[in-house]
């Protein structure tokens, strides 16, 4: 029975599959990616300002084609259902990237990104546990550990190196490592702050305080 389960799992995951293979892929600077079922001009002309392109939106459980936009300055490249690549991004002013330290930086951008987090979600939600050790009374309190947390990390991070010497590989990876971490840190403390208030109001009337700090002798 236990094999019959997965097997819905398993279609699911090939419909998925079959779905990105028959999609054009948008790669952006930023290094997002977007599936879009069709696109309405694809031209390498720089005076194409906009592309046009239709992805799925779901609603109410129905799949639905939606037409959207985005600014070709912030396209790097193309990829169709066959596979070829065409890359758009040509640097404008003086200082941009070349295609080449485009590339490199893409790449440390994705590698950053099947990196996991899990550790600095746990760091975030240790600091905003501190919250247990605040009276209820005292709630301005609450937040200056997470917050002292949360921008830590983000002044430190990222905490593991580059696996490249390759500036603009190591520019990428850097961004997107940091942006990750301090995203994840904010949801670690708010998760952590949230199940510190609430221990703290047991823990204090527990011990049958009234919250009141008691400065007599």
């Known amino acids: 029975m236990k094999h019959i389960s997965i097997i819905p799992l398993i279609i699911c995951l090939l419909f ?18 977007i599936f879009a079922h069709k696109i309405e001009s694809l031209s390498d002309e720089p005076s194409v300002a906009e592309i046009k392109y239709i992805s799925f939106k779901k609603k109410k459980n129905i799949e639905m084609e939606k037409w959207s936009f985005i600014d070709r300055s912030e396209v790097f490249s193309i990829k169709s259902p066959d596979n070829i690549e065409t890359i758009l991004y040509a640097p404008l002013f003086e200082g941009d990237r070349t295609v080449k330290q485009m590339q490199e930086y893409l790449k440390g951008d994705a590698y950053a ?11 975030g939600f240790a600091g905003g546990l501190t919250a247990l050790s605040i009276p209820p009374d005292r709630p301005y309190f609450f937040t200056l550990m997470p ?52 221990s703290s109001f047991f823990v204090y009337d527990f011990i049958g305080t009234d919250f009141k700090w008691n400065t007599s002798k």
Request: proline residues 2%; glycine residues 10%; aromatic residues 12%.
């Open 16 to 33: 998925q599959i079959t779905k990105a293979q028959n999609s054009f892929i948008i790669k952006t600077i930023t290094g997002d990616s």
């Open 113 to 123: 990104r099947q990196l996991s987090t899990t550790g600095i979600f746990f760091i």
């Open 147 to 198: 917050l002292a947390t949360v921008v830590g990390i983000g002044i430190f991070s990222p905490t593991k190196l580059s696996p490249s010497d390759d500036f603009d590989f190591d520019a990428g990876y850097k961004f997107r490592r940091k942006k990750k971490n301090v995203k994840t840190a904010i949801w670690g403390a708010i998760a952590g702050t949230a199940t510190g208030i609430l």
